[in-house]
């Protein structure tokens, strides 16, 4: 009999990755396996990008003494509560100024950082505010165009004649 194959190919799944406790654990409304690094799973929250990923995990070191690469999984409930009530209210916070993503705010004049929902819907207001000012950002949204400036003569086609074949051409160029 022969023996069988084995694979010797290396898979991409974590391995000892320790004693995780909870397998999901929900920050700031995001759902993020137990097997994810604290500042790793910062980076799923809508609003928070690498640098402010990294500033947020120095700041939880700084006054929660967690450290940036223990397991989501790991924290206890009272952790991430701090965690989350942090991540909600970093307008409190003493934050750079180039980090904030809502610097001097339309309707307020105010500087301050959104996540998850709360960008979504000042996303949403933004747009359709120029929407009715009928700017020239406003009426590209309308049209379901590019809106800062990218090339729009051969990407982000949508729709059924997206190109030109060769037999149509050939056919009009013979008519011709």
Known sequence: MAKPKTDTKKTNVKQNVGDVKKGIVRIAGVDILG????????????????????????LIKKKFGIDKRE?????????????DNLLLNLNEHIMPYYMLNRRSDVWNGKSYHLVMNDL????????????????????????????????????????MTVGVTKSKTNQQATTK
């Open 35 to 58: 097997n994810t690094r604290l500042y790793r799973a910062l980076w799923k929250i809508k609003g928070i990008s690498f640098t402010t990923g990294k500033y947020l995990a120095d």
């Open 120 to 159: 979504m819907f000042a996303t949403k207001m933004s747009i359709e505010r120029k929407k009715k000012m009928y700017s020239w950002q406003g009426y590209r949204h309308l049209r379901g165009k590019k809106v800062r400036g990218q090339r729009a003569k051969n990407t982000g086609r949508k729709g």
């Open 71 to 83: 397991y989501v999984g790991n924290l206890d409930d009272d952790q991430i509560a701090k965690i």
